[in-house]
Structures are given as structure tokens and as C-alpha cells.
């Protein structure tokens, strides 16, 4: 599953992996709050750093407007979305997006452990900002 060409791909390769063995003991059709404490258990198993359900600030021109909760911060620089749903839909994959580009994270994982067997999306946020000055998580 690691592809070099992908920028944090042994990381995301790891945290899908954990996704995978959750998916695999658990099945479909719990509530994303089981499929999220399962993944923190499997993901700290595995020696990943991470915050779950992490207050994340968002800023409009430079200023923080709000905070919205990520579901997992892997690393502070991965942002892990899990839904527990039938199938994603393209608004899923946009909401993704959104929540990377408020943020000013680079790349994101989309987890769906809804269907018969794990459905993920790596993102990416084409309007990352290196170093923002005015995210203080990215440094």
C-alpha cells in the first residue's frame, strides 16, 4: 500500500492498515463512535501519536472564525474522517477537502467502515499553505 509518490505514505499506509483490522473484527453497521474507539485502540496498538476528536480552529482570511472537531489528528499533520455510512458520496469527499483547506492540512484520509468492507479516500488540500502563520499547528 505504500506509494512513494504520495507525500506521508508510509503514515497513511499505517493508519489505513489499523482501519483495515478494525473493519476486519468489527464488520458494517455500528455507529461511528464504536468504529472510532476501535480505531484509537488499534492505532495506539500500533504506535501512532494522534488526537481524537481534536478541536480544530478555522480561520477566514488569516482570523479564526470557529472550531470544528476532526475526528483523528495522526502525527499533527493527518487528518482522519470516519463516517459510517452505506457508501460515500462525492459531498463526503468535498467535505473532506473543506475541513483540510479550513485546517491548512495538507492530506487527509477519508475512512467509510459502513460498507461491506472498508471504503477509503486519500485528500488533499491543493490550496495548502506551508507553514501557515496562521494555523498554530502547523510549525
Request: include cysteine.
Amino acid at each position: 500500500m505504500i506509494d512513494n509518490k504520495y507525500k506521508y505514505s508510509e503514515l497513511t499506509s499505517k493508519i489505513i492498515g489499523c482501519a483495515m483490522s478494525v473493519q476486519s473484527a468489527l464488520g458494517n453497521g455500528f455507529q461511528e463512535v464504536i468504529y472510532q474507539r476501535a480505531l484509537a485502540l488499534e492505532m495506539t496498538d500500533n504506535g501512532l501519536v494522534f488526537s481524537r476528536e481534536y478541536d480544530m480552529p478555522i480561520y477566514y482570511k488569516d482570523k479564526q472564525i470557529g472550531t470544528r472537531r476532526v475526528d483523528f489528528l495522526v502525527a499533527n499533520i493527518i487528518s482522519v474522517e470516519l463516517k459510517a455510512i452505506i457508501k460515500l458520496e462525492d459531498v463526503h469527499l468535498a467535505q473532506a477537502i473543506n475541513y483540510l483547506e479550513a485546517y491548512d492540512l495538507e492530506i487527509g484520509l477519508l475512512l467509510n467502515f459502513g460498507s461491506k468492507s472498508l471504503e477509503f479516500k486519500r485528500v488533499i488540500n491543493k490550496k495548502f499553505k506551508q507553514k501557515s502563520q496562521g494555523n498554530p499547528l502547523i510549525k
